[in-house]
C-alpha cells in the first residue's frame, strides 16, 4: 500500500526579484541576522529590501483548492519546521515511499551526484531519499516563481522515477500519510512570518511544531551596535 508525504514549502508562495537572495546553509545567522544585513546593505545604496519580494494571495485559498485533490484523516501525521530537511526523516519514519512536493526548488542536490554525499540538508532531503531507497517516486509541483527547470536535474530524473506537475495536473483523492509545513527561513523573509502562521493555522487541524523558533522583525529600534554587528554577519 502507497504511503505519501506531502511536503510544502513556504517559499512557494513567494515570489523573489533576486535568485541569490537565500542560503543552503541553515542556521541563526542565515535565517535571522542575513536578513537584517541585506535590509542594511540595501538601505545604505538608497533601495528597500520590501521591494525584492512580493507574497502571492494564493496561499490564502490554498487549503481550499489541496483538499479537493488530496485526502487528510485523523491517522494523519502533521509536522511544522523552519528547516525542509526534516521531511527526509519523516518520510524515513513513517514509510512513505511516494512525496508530493510543492516549493521553489526541487531539493534533489544541487550540482551534481556528489552533492548528495552531504549529510542531510534543505537543499538535498528528497534526492537522499531516492539514493538511501526510502521513496520509489515523487511528485514535484513547482512554485510559479521558482527559478529552475525540471532539466536542471537531468541527472535524478534519468535515473530515479520524478514526476514534475501543475497543481491542474494532479489526479484526486489522493490519501496522504503525512504533512509537512516548512517555513525555509534562510529563503523567505522575516516580515511574511505572520501570514506563514495564518497559513498552517488555517489548515484547520492539530500539527507538532519541529525547531521553529520565532523571528522577530523590528528595524525601527536598531542600535548601532546592532547595525555593526548585523553588518559583521
Not at 30 to 38: A, E, N, P, Q
Not at 147 to 153: G, S, T
Not at 155 to 173: G, R, V
Request: include cysteine.
Amino acid at each position: 500500500m502507497t504511503r505519501s508525504l506531502l511536503s510544502i514549502d513556504w517559499d512557494y508562495f513567494i515570489c523573489p526579484k533576486n535568485r541569490y537572495l537565500g542560503s543552503y546553509v541553515e542556521n541563526k545567522k542565515t535565517t535571522v541576522d542575513l536578513w537584517y544585513k541585506r535590509y542594511l546593505q540595501l538601505r545604505t545604496c538608497g533601495k528597500s529590501i520590501y521591494n525584492y519580494f512580493q507574497l502571492s494571495k494564493d496561499y490564502k485559498k490554498f487549503w481550499n483548492d489541496i483538499r479537493k485533490i488530496f485526502i487528510f484523516d485523523n491517522r494523519m501525521k502533521t509536522y511544522v519546521s523552519d528547516s525542509h530537511a526534516l521531511s527526509y526523516s519523516i518520510a524515513k519514519d513513517l514509510n512513505c515511499d511516494t512525496v508530493y512536493l510543492f516549493d521553489a526548488h526541487a531539493d534533489l542536490g544541487y550540482g551534481s551526484l556528489s552533492f548528495l554525499d552531504f549529510e542531510v540538508n534543505c537543499a538535498n532531503w528528497l534526492g537522499k531519499l531516492f539514493i538511501d531507497n526510502m521513496v520509489i517516486k515523487a511528485y514535484i509541483i513547482y512554485s510559479p516563481y521558482t527559478f529552475e527547470k525540471p532539466d536542471d536535474f537531468k541527472y535524478m530524473n534519468d535515473k530515479y522515477n520524478i514526476i514534475y506537475l501543475k497543481p491542474n495536473d494532479l489526479s484526486t483523492k489522493i490519501n496522504i500519510s503525512a504533512l509537512h509545513i516548512c517555513r525555509s527561513g534562510a529563503w523567505t523573509p522575516p516580515w511574511y512570518d505572520d501570514n506563514f502562521n495564518a497559513f498552517i493555522n488555517n489548515l484547520g487541524i492539530s500539527y507538532e511544531i519541529v525547531d521553529c523558533p520565532r523571528r522577530k522583525w523590528n528595524t525601527n529600534n536598531m542600535t548601532f551596535s546592532d547595525e555593526l554587528y548585523y553588518m559583521m554577519v
